[in-house]
């Protein structure tokens, strides 16, 4: 009979938090119309990109300050509350510092649109804004770190031995990660994809005193 305790204690170091956070309002009128008007689409008519067969399958807005506009503040406001919240009491960041967004820009995809995974350089924690989605879409995550050099068969994925995970893209909901976190739209399956990204910066004090790290930074205009 086995000497190991088949019921350990196990704990997880060094996790990275996802969150999701859930827009409580359908968006109204005039923030629809924006969005359209920004991506000179319909987002919620059909045949947005020509022949689902056609290479033209993924659009995005010019504008890469959207969330500056007035029509879009309620999302906005929305956005702002969520980073603080992620910073400050998910990851216990001090109120010396404070977060806000730099850019932000609207994607829009359709039958074989796709995404490459990428990070989010000069950002500390990026986000993404379901406007429009089916039951079927998806973001999709990857291990940041390049020490995995074996993969191995297994009864079951989770947290512990995946080095991929996906999680589903919901309309109306905000999802919100640090920026270097890897992270890929997988082949879309639905009409209309449409989502609002953006990155963050921080500006004020970060450091600690007694380290001799400290750094003070103001805030940067953008635009």
Known sequence: MSSVN???EIGGLFP????????LDELNSTEVECINKELDID???????????????DIGSTNNYILEKPE????????????HHFAYSVLSITSKTEFYITQSWLNAATFGGESKTHTHPNSIFSGVFYVRTSDEDKI?????SAQISHTFDYEEFQPFNSISWWMPATQGSLLLFPSYLPHAVPEILSENRVSLAFNTFWHGEVGRSNFREILHLPKVRQF
């Open 72 to 83: 879009l503040q309620n999302i906005k406001e929305f956005c702002v509350d969520a980073v």
């Open 6 to 8: 088949q019921s350990p």
């Open 43 to 57: 987002i919620d008519g059909s045949n947005n990109f020509g022949d689902k067969d056609s290479d033209y399958r």
């Open 140 to 144: 999709l995550f990857s291990h940041p």
């Open 16 to 23: 990275i938090p996802v969150a999701r956070y859930n827009y």
